[in-house]
């Protein structure tokens, strides 16, 4: 049975299904179809939302065994039950997918199960267990994602040699575990195991790691980690994993392989088009398989939109939503908008990392002249009272204007923080502006006023 | 996110209105107030001011399309203003933009820039006024939702210290003006009754002695009785509907190649509104008295002026008189109101010198035309409507007796 709806999402990760509950909340007749049978994609069933409940749980771990003491409390011999630890994950991510249920139901978004394929412009083809089904619609969205990609001779088998889909599931906490990547996903999952007890050590081909971000920060975040016990080897390149019957070797060029149990590929994450048919519709990919979209986020086939992962850029939930949101708004009311500087990337370890807008290295290959103020934690009051005083806030300003193009920080909740600098980027505010803006005392927050502060040399608690 | 724009609600009868004109293509940023669209009816043309300093992102119904009360017709994004506009200030589509002279550091006072609750001065930009001396009124801002920067302070401060462009001279400058909607539609209709209406005027003049004796003989009486003045409208009203029921074709409308008479007076009194000339109408004038006819006019000349003639009072209508002689008309030929067949000027009323009886005399003396459709009226019928005009306002007394 053929339905015509106005618009079909394909995926209900956090860019199909907001862009799928906006579309419905605009007033069309929306459709979305996601293979899996909880909604929520990626994110919430795989990654963002269980991997923070671990580092959650891991951390309050390493809380009471290694710091509680500093401030009095003892709490003697500490059990880890991992079951239970990875129960209420798993409740976690029940939790929330059923609340998409909810949303869905709420918002009269007609939910297909199955995988669809394209069979022409105007034809999709959703396949499940239970049937095929054909749908069509004015309009369609590709929302389908990415997965983690490997490096040539490193094959994953799902058991030894693994990805962060399974890194979130491990039945005991692996004796030795190797990272490979040292991005945001290597190192959050590094830490969680690490602080249940692994010996881990991460492989980055880079000679920095969390390329991308600034370099300072990721300096800084290095000397951090390694005091914690994550060990690193920079500079390294991969070339292959040999699994053994009770171990595993990784090889690495010009050096020792490393024996371990289990080896975590976090090298990047690929687009999902398998079997989307966009050859028969053509629709365009680049050379590494993200589709390509104009400014409207419209792909090669007239009104077929794709949008989050599947597209490139930043791989983050939020960016994905906003592409949504904004993809959606511009096909029913003619705008639509991402500001593309003002979305933070956040590393959820402890210190958290976070950064919005531009790097000082890429002001300076833009060669645009710029300002910087830094704060760092150990002067700030409340990071002192809570024993979490490491890391620094940095903004950039830019020489002329003043206008903030950049903040960077590495501190207790830096995750939280930047979304402070990331309204005031939207709102096109000069450092000054938010110096002149009161924050509280005693809050964390204070050092991103100071920060912006530093800009003009005016810091008052450094 | 954006806004809808939606049709209003225009008058009680009204559910429907034809989309006049978008005066702002879609994308082009204007100033908040002004006007971007026109939504027609068969009277009147009804303006929607943006909602917002923005651009027009969508239209949903063009030019030409109807759409009922109620409906979406465009969407409208809030945007900051471009580089260079001022986005503050509520410029209606008439504002001609003067050349500013570019601010320059004056004595500095502490009170001269604005941080009040709810302006859109950014921090760092209202110390950047108050440290330059300069008034937030001098700066364009082209912050998000027309938030001033601490940039635009600066920028407007640095280009006042280069020397000034020249500006055109003060003898010799231009002001260009885009006609007002209603403007618009007002010459929309008085070419299209000149092109469609064989159009002919014919005069007569009127001794306005016997009903000023008249009116001056009860004024007081009346003004006690029903608490308005009795002036010279309701007199001519009258005198109107007497020349209709003699002249009846004068009050008829041209339909298709078919006449069409009606049973009832209509008539419309072209009254000098805030917006420019509205003509509400006196319904079943036949039936209403000399202190109904007063009253309406007074009420329809004070609703005029404040623009709160409702739609339903500007329809239909059988015949109109116009009255240039309260701004001192002489003569004038004035232009019948499409689909009427007449329009009855009145002018202004001065001493002059006539013969009468083979005398001179001094009489207060007012021309009156008549415009006619020739298509409807011949000119026999037209003169004659005049006379009788001329007859009844002369005597009176002509219209209670009838003859």
Known sequence: MSTTFDLIVIGAGPGGYVAAIRAAQLGLNVACIEKEKALGGTCLRVGCIPSKALLESSELYEEAKSHFSSRGINVGKLDLDLQKMLGQKNETVTTLTRGIDGLFKKNKVTRFQGHATFQSPDKLVVRSSSGTEELAAKK??????????????????????????????????????????????????????????????????????????????????????????????????????????????????????IRCDRVLVSVGRKPNTENLGLEEVGIQTDKRGFIQVNEHYETSTPGVFAIGDVIGGAMLAHKAEEEG????????????????????????????????????????????????????????????AIGHAEGM??????????????????????????????????????????????????????????AALAVDKRAIHF | ????????????????????????????????????????????????????????????????????????????????????????????????????????????????????????????????????????????????GGRMLKEDVIRTAEQGSQSGSVTSQPMRSEDVIPLSPIRRRIAERLVSAQHEAALLTTFNEIDMSGVMALRNQYKDEFQKKYDIKLGFMSFFVKAVVDALNQVPQVGAQLKDNKLVYRNYYDIGIAVGGGKGLVVPVLRNVERMSFAEIELAIADFARRAKDNKVTL?????????????????????????????????????????PIALNGEVVIRPMMYVALTYDHRVVDGREAVTFLKRIKDVIEAPARMLMEI
């Open chain 1, 140 to 257: 369609y969205l590709i929302a389908t994602g990415s997965m983690p990609a490997t490096l040539p001779g490193v094959v994953l088998d799902g058991d030894r040699v693994i990805t962060s889909t399974e890194a979130l599931e491990f039945e005991k906490v692996p004796e030795k575990l190797v990272v490979i990547g040292g991005g945001a996903i290597g190192l959050e999952m590094g830490t969680v195991w690490r602080r249940l007890g692994s010996d881990v050590t991460v492989l980055e081909y880079l000679d920095r790691i969390l390329p991308g971000m600034d370099g300072e920060l990721a300096k800084q975040a290095l000397k951090i980690y390694k005091a914690q016990g994550l060990k690193f080897q920079l500079g390294a390149k991969v070339t292959g994993v040999t699994v053994n019957r009770k171990n595993c070797d990784v090889h690495v060029d010009g050096a020792d392989d």
């Open chain 1, 325 to 384: 949101i904004a993809c959606v708004e511009r096909i029913v009311t003619g705008y639509g908008h991402v500001n593309y500087n003002a979305i933070p990337a956040i590393v959820y370890t402890t210190p958290e990392v976070a950064s919005v807008g531009m790097t000082e290295e890429q002001l300076t290959e833009k060669k645009i002249e710029y300002r910087s103020g830094s704060f760092p934690f150990a002067a700030n009051g409340r990071a002192r």
């Open chain 1, 393 to 450: 806030v940095k903004i950039l300003a830019d020489k002329k204007t003043d206008r903030i193009l950049g903040a960077h920080i590495i501190g207790p909740h830096a995750g939280d923080l930047i979304a402070e600098v990331a309204v005031a980027i939207e709102f096109h505010a000069s450092s000054e502006d938010l110096a002149r803006c009161c924050h509280a005392h005693p809050t964390l927050a204070e050092a991103v006023k100071e």
């Open chain 2, 1 to 144: 996110m954006a806004m809808e724009i939606v049709v209003p609600a225009v008058g009680e009868s009204i559910s429907e209105v034809q989309i006049g004109e978008w005066y702002i293509p879609e994308g082009k940023w204007v100033a908040t107030d002004t006007d971007i669209v026109g939504l027609e009816t068969d009277k009147a043309t009804f303006d929607v001011p943006a909602p917002a300093g923005g651009k027009i992102t969508r239209i949903l119904k063009k030019a030409g399309e109807r759409a009922a009360v109620g409906d979406v017709i465009g969407y409208f994004e809030e945007v900051a203003a471009p580089e260079g506009q001022d986005s503050g200030s509520s410029s209606k589509s008439s504002g001609a933009k003067k050349e500013e002279a570019p601010a320059r550091p004056a004595a500095s006072s502490g009170n001269s820039s604005s941080s009040s609750g709810d302006s859109k001065v950014m921090p760092a930009a209202s110390r950047e006024l108050a440290q330059r001396g300069m008034d937030a009124g001098q700066v364009s801002p082209t912050g998000p």
């Open chain 2, 312 to 352: 339903e009072e500007l329809e239909g209508g059988t015949f109109t008189i116009t009255n240039g002689g309260i701004y001192g008309s002489l003569l004038s030929t004035p232009i019948v109101n499409p689909p009427q067949s007449g329009v009855l000027g009145m002018h202004g009323i001065f001493d002059r």
